[in-house]
């Protein structure tokens, strides 16, 4: 008679009070905020400082300190791409490291987790969900007319006019990757492991969606910002419901990448 091996179910996280693990969260968001605001500016100013070192050897650079500046500029398309993607992931990966390593059961864990074919049907549904989600607010949106316009959509399309197979890269393979070991690992993980999944989701949401559309910064209106600021916070928040579905981060972040597959696909079709 044959035996079936029941799927192993990942082990609950070890708990903790919640209160101090709300302040461990604040404290987790506050240092992930000054490592990409830090690590930002520590990438502008190399690029400067390559830039300026290049104009100088070619003998371009010259005037007064602020002709100088005018000369260098500052860094446009796939150079101010790299550097958010380098500030993002090297704050994701300090936090992990620092705040929020996984103990050795939650990987032995996730990774028999990621070995079940049911995570990865959990996770095709939950990225066609977030991009069918997104889909149909905007339709109904422009039905409405709001236009809505992301921040950084004239830059991502500037980018994949020009280097498509690095925006596939940056969009598709790596962000989705820092971006889950941030918000759904390190913050959203906090909580959970405290008893409180779901204040862990919509705190973790809220600043997932404030990380790719602050309210009140666009050009579309208040009520086109909130709607995209929604749909964002939305998104995280079915990423953050797979990953505790399935007990494995690489569930939120496959959901993530076809998500952010299919959004660049249909970007690239419009504009080559």
Known sequence: MEV????????????????????AFAVDLALAIALVFGLSIAGVMAWAAVRGLRLGLAGSVSGDPQHIAA??????????????????AAAALVLYAWRRRAAPGERVA??????????WGWAVLAGLAAFALSAAVTTLAQQAGIEQV?????????????HP?????FVVLLAPVYEELLFRRV??????????????????????ACMHELPGTGDDGVLAGALLWTCYAAMGGLFAWVYRR??????????????????????LAGVH
């Open 246 to 267: 399935t007990g494995t981060l690489w569930a939120a972040i496959g959901a993530h990448a076809i998500n952010n597959l299919i959004a660049s696909a249909l970007l």
């Open 4 to 23: 079936r091996a029941e799927p192993v179910a990942p082990p609950p996280l070890p708990t903790q009070p919640w209160r101090p693990a709300l302040a």
């Open 150 to 162: 992301p921040s950084n959509q004239a830059l991502i399309e500037a980018v994949g006019a020009r």
């Open 110 to 119: 996730s990774h028999a987790a990621a070995r079940r074919a049911s995570t």
């Open 71 to 88: 000369q260098i500029g500052e860094p446009q398309g796939m150079a101010l791409v790299a550097i958010s993607v380098v500030a993002t």
């Open 187 to 208: 913050l959203f993980g906090r909580l959970w492991a405290a008893g409180r999944p779901l204040l862990g989701l919509v705190l973790s949401s809220a600043a997932f």
């Open 165 to 169: 197979a690095w925006l596939l890269l």
